[in-house]
């Protein structure tokens, strides 16, 4: 199984950046998807999730109307689409896959956002 995120980098405040996370190895649509964020220092926590089929979806507080979690199951990727960026938005973004029917999940490695000017 594999998890692999992609689209971090270096933005300003109040731009935008798309994260994905492709997956490999697992029945995708059996799995409960999630966006979790670390800053240094702090916790890990939890950004956004989404479920099977994207019919539902949650947010922390601090990104509700600013981020979108979106998945294609046809390609086995989940997207997070971060809109005005906000200087503590800075962490590094893992994607994790928690399958349905139990306590399995698996991580991604992660990906640095940065917003600074």
């Known amino acids: 199984v594999q998890l692999v995120e992609s689209g971090g980098g270096l933005v300003q405040p109040g731009g935008s950046l798309r994260l994905s996370c492709a997956t490999s190895?697992?029945?995708?649509?059996?799995?409960?998807m999630s966006w979790y964020r670390q800053a240094p220092g702090k916790e890990r926590e939890l950004v956004a999730v989404i479920n099977t089929v994207g019919g539902s979806t949650n947010y922390v507080d601090s990104v509700k109307g600013r981020f979108t979690i979106s998945r294609d199951n046809s390609k086995n990727t989940v997207y997070l689409q971060m809109n005005s960026l906000k200087p503590e938005d800075t962490s590094v973004y893992y994607c994790?896959?928690?399958?349905?029917?139990?306590?399995?999940?698996?991580w991604g490695q992660g990906t640095q956002v940065t917003v600074s000017s």
């Open positions: 190895g697992l029945t995708f649509s059996r799995y409960r």
């Open positions: 994790k896959a928690a399958w349905i029917m139990g306590q399995l999940e698996y």
